[in-house]
């Protein structure tokens, strides 16, 4: 019922998607191992309810450490996440790297940074295109 | 060294297209379909295909085309260019022409002299762009219809072929791997390319990854792995037979033969699989033996 009510958001198109930049998370804990391979720790605070009942029940508050352990393919990618790459040229890099074609590399990397922003993990930044005679373009 | 161009197949048409342009859209058989094939911009080529009964002249399916764009009669002065002239494949009678509009398209109205196929492809192009280069290599390159007795297929990296009477009985285009699967009168094909092999490999031996993939194969086999080698290529070969009691019992149990290698320079496995009678095994080999998996 709640998804009635819910406000939608602008509709993107593809293009849009591809020129958007991909900004990390600055609060996350970000560990590398041996073999190159990232690993994310992002903390959380428990629901408020869940606070509550620790509260009335006397116990510490809640709170903790998510990790997210990224194999190979996702640390290359996360590596990519710099805010400056547009999701275009992430996406003609992680086809280069792995030898992919550009709609598996496409479609991979998309799937893979809507988890990363479902998560939390990162934002995905669409940037705005210059209306001609708006002034905000180049020059 | 790899082209800038690589060959598309599909359905018995042939054409060569710049390496960029990847397919987008595939409806239909073999009988009467569509494709399109984009960069990373815009939709770039698109090709419509009809087997025809009665002979038709590429006029005909030009001015059939046209009519049912709205393109006729004064509209057709200010927007189109017939007779175009460009370099003509072999054995099939063309006629060019131009729509222009934002984007124009070239087209091509096919007919082939051998399997009467009628086919309409059109390039794409934006008016700042000059393609006529492309278009010429493009249009020139197409050809339809098996030759000797083999269906040549071509996507995704994917380049194999099967023997003319299998037919296109399932595809899948998954990130990561693409897949499509043939039926015979009495066999069934599978052709299959996996991205990312150096990563799907880094925890499991190919033998292993071939296993786990042939696991809950139908119908169900009994299958022995070998490890071999196709070309340069380290491979796992697999050679079976089928479980059914039924089929054991009229002394007419099929065979399954598989073959997966793993393709170095272009970081992919690739897996060709075959069902069948013991008889036709000879199919196999040929099958398998069609793939390029890289260019040399």
Not at chain 1, 83 to 109: G, H, I, W
Not at chain 2, 10 to 34: F, N, S
Not at chain 2, 135 to 158: I, N, Q
Request: proline letters at 4%; one cysteine or more; aromatic letters at 8%.
């Amino acid at each position: 019922m709640i998804a009635f009510w819910k406000k939608k958001g602008p509709q993107l198109t593809r293009e849009d998607s591809l020129g958007a930049v991909v900004v990390p998370n600055r609060q996350l804990r970000v560990e590398r191992n041996a073999e190159g391979t990232v690993t994310l720790y992002a903390s959380f605070n428990a629901p408020a309810f869940v606070e509550r009942i620790a509260r009335w029940l006397g116990a510490p508050p809640r709170a903790g450490e998510a990790k997210v352990e990224l194999d190979e393919v996702g640390s290359f990618v996360w590596d990519l996440c710099d805010s400056q790459r547009t999701v275009r040229e992430m996406v003609a890099c992680l086809a280069d790297k792995y030898k992919l074609n550009r709609k598996e590399a496409e479609a991979s990397l998309t799937a893979f940074l809507r988890s990363l922003a479902g998560r939390n993990l990162v934002a995905i930044v669409i940037l705005k295109r210059a209306e001609p005679g708006d002034g905000s373009g180049p020059g | 060294m790899t082209s800038d161009w690589s060959p598309f197949a599909w359905q018995g048409i042939q054409i060569e297209t710049p390496r960029a342009w990847e397919l987008g859209a595939v409806t239909g058989d073999r009988r009467k379909g569509y494709f399109r094939l984009d960069d990373a911009d815009m939709p770039r080529v698109e090709a419509r295909w009809e087997s025809g009964k009665s002979r038709e002249s590429p006029s005909a399916v030009a001015d059939r085309y046209l009519k049912k764009a709205g393109l006729a009669g004064a509209e057709a002065d200010r927007k189109v260019e017939r007779d175009v002239r460009l370099a003509r494949p072999a054995d099939v009678e063309t006629e060019f022409f131009v729509t222009l509009g934002e984007p124009n398209a070239m087209h091509m109205a096919a007919c082939c002299r051998d399997c009467r196929r009628v086919a309409l492809l059109r390039v794409f192009y934006r008016s700042d762009e000059s393609l006529r280069p492309v278009m010429a290599r493009l249009f020139g390159s197409y050809r339809d219809h098996a030759r000797g007795g083999k269906m040549p297929w071509s996507l995704f990296g994917l380049r194999f072929a099967v023997p003319e009477e299998y037919a296109l009985l399932r595809h899948s285009f998954r990130a990561g791997r693409v897949e499509l699967e043939f039926g015979g009168q009495r066999t069934r094909a599978l052709a299959a390319r996996v991205g990312l092999a150096e990563t799907v490999l880094k925890k499991s031996s190919l033998l292993d990854w071939m296993k786990k993939d042939s696991a809950g194969q139908r119908p169900a086999c009994t299958l022995a792995f070998t490890e071999k080698e196709r070309g340069e290529h380290a491979a796992v070969e697999v050679s079976g037979r089928e479980r059914s009691l039924a089929r054991g019992m009229l002394g007419r149990r099929r065979v399954a033969r598989g073959l997966a290698w793993r393709c170095e320079p272009s970081n992919a496995l690739y897996v060709a699989r075959w069902f069948g009678r013991e008889k036709d095994v000879a199919e196999f080999a040929a099958f398998a033996e069609s793939f390029l998996c890289h260019e040399p």
